[in-house]
């Protein structure tokens, strides 16, 4: 982020320098998985040789905030544990993106009691919604890829000031998937 | 919980009350010869319903008195029985699960609590209290917790009356059978950390 504050607007060296950042930033993501429920055993299996994450430049999970840039929030989140989800998203450094993993993560999924928030896109920004309960470890790749095709069309200098970009807000759809606005009403 | 032996299941056949031979039940009633109690079973399981006052008294009975034994206590449960489909003496019921390692028994006591003020809150109710038995078995300190986090149903002599499982300026007890599941709109009340934070 400091380099491109530093940097002119849209000259040459912006743009061509931009597409070197970008494809250094896409090809080594570090995730910060912030696995509260059972999505964290497909993170993990995603994370292992079988589905094999290295292949996409992610192996290298952190669990130190300030050492990832890209969090995955994997289950429920309950109203207690937001305070501690808040503060690690403030102390990743930018950039950092945010993947919400599973219906628990983007809705509340099945839980829908006091305790557990209903999505943590109501209280942190979140750039990508992987569905599925748990998503198999493909559509969490597809998920990491649709960071990077984020990544690929991030501009510099940043949409903001001090180097932070905007939530996109992006849903996957798989084929023959399509995401429906929550909550959904019983159609029986 | 349990298998089903042959002569349990006879002790709960139609027409016949429970079997109320548990030796501790005599040894109670005899060491306590002026207080009131109730018994009933189950499937072999024995339950002492006491009264709120004399659950701590008792409790150290049935730990301290050689002949009984019970050296550990296994839980302490809390229960709202409003809405249940048959009558109760009261409207909460703490329940202590007592375990004798020694003759592998296990027994349980029951304690029925009704409030005296609306329960839709967090107030203070001093009809809702119970002796603490961390005295007792230093294991209790956190199932009271949950007790009064859940249920609103405080501990005197407690060593840390706090909430366990909830926050601490949750302004509910969500196990009482009248708070809604999905809460009065908690889960909703938080702050929105956005891009332009940090």
């Known amino acids: 982020m400091g380099l491109e504050a530093a940097l002119p607007v849209d000259g ?16 080594s993501l570090w995730p910060m998985p912030f696995a509260t429920a059972c999505c964290g055993i497909e993170l993990m299996a ?38 501690v989800l ?25 839980f829908d009691t006091y305790a557990v928030v209903q999505g943590v896109d109501q209280f942190i920004p979140v750039d990508v919604y992987v569905p599925g ?18 990544i690929d069309s991030t501009g510099i200098p940043p949409r903001m000031s001090g180097g932070k970009r905007v ?3 992006l849903a996957l759809s798989g084929r023959g998937h399509e995401v429906r606005p929550q909550p959904v009403t019983l159609g029986i | ?36 109690f109730s018994a009933t079973e189950f499937r072999g399981q024995s339950t002492l319903i006491v009264q709120p006052g004399d659950a701590h008294a008792v409790l150290g009975f049935l730990k301290n008195d050689p002949r009984c034994g019970f050296n550990f206590l296994a839980d302490v449960v809390g229960v709202d029985y409003l809405g249940y ?29 009704d409030p005296s003020l609306p329960t839709d809150g967090i107030v203070e109710d001093p009809a809702l209290y119970l002796d603490s038995v961390t005295d007792l078995w230093p294991g209790a300190e956190w199932m009271e917790r949950e007790v009064y986090d ?27 059978k009248d708070y809604p599941v999905r809460g009065r709109e908690e889960r909703e009340q938080f702050r929105l950390v956005d891009r332009t934070d940090a």
């Open chain 2, 85 to 113: 489909p048959s009558k109760t003496i009261g409207r909460f019921a703490v329940v202590y699960v007592l375990r004798c390692f020694e003759r592998e028994d296990l027994f349980f006591v029951k304690t029925f609590l």
């Open chain 1, 133 to 150: 309960c748990p998503p198999r470890p493909e559509q969490l790749i597809e998920g990491v890829m649709a960071i990077q095709r984020i």
């Open chain 1, 86 to 110: 808040q503060r690690i998203y403030l102390q990743m450094s930018e950039p950092k993106w945010v993947i919400s993993m599973g219906a628990c993560a983007s809705t509340g999924g099945v």
């Open chain 2, 150 to 176: 859940m249920l609103g149903i405080r501990f005197r002599n407690h060593p840390d009356p706090r909430r366990i499982l909830t926050w601490e300026a949750y302004p509910a007890h969500p196990l009482r």
């Open chain 1, 167 to 169: 939530g996109l807000g």
């Open chain 1, 12 to 27: 040459f060296v912006t743009t061509q320098l931009r597409r070197i950042i970008n494809w250094g930033r896409r090809n």
């Open chain 2, 1 to 36: 919980m349990g298998a089903e032996t042959p002569s349990n299941a006879a002790s709960n056949a139609p027409g016949k009350g429970p079997n109320l031979d548990h030796p501790v039940f005599a040894l109670v009633k005899g060491h306590f010869a002026s207080k009131r």
């Open chain 1, 46 to 83: 995603t994370a292992c040789s079988r589905y094999d994450l290295a292949r996409f430049g992610s192996e290298a999970v952190r669990f130190s905030p300030r050492q990832a840039d890209l969090m995955i929030v994997a289950g429920r989140v309950s109203v207690k544990m937001m305070p």
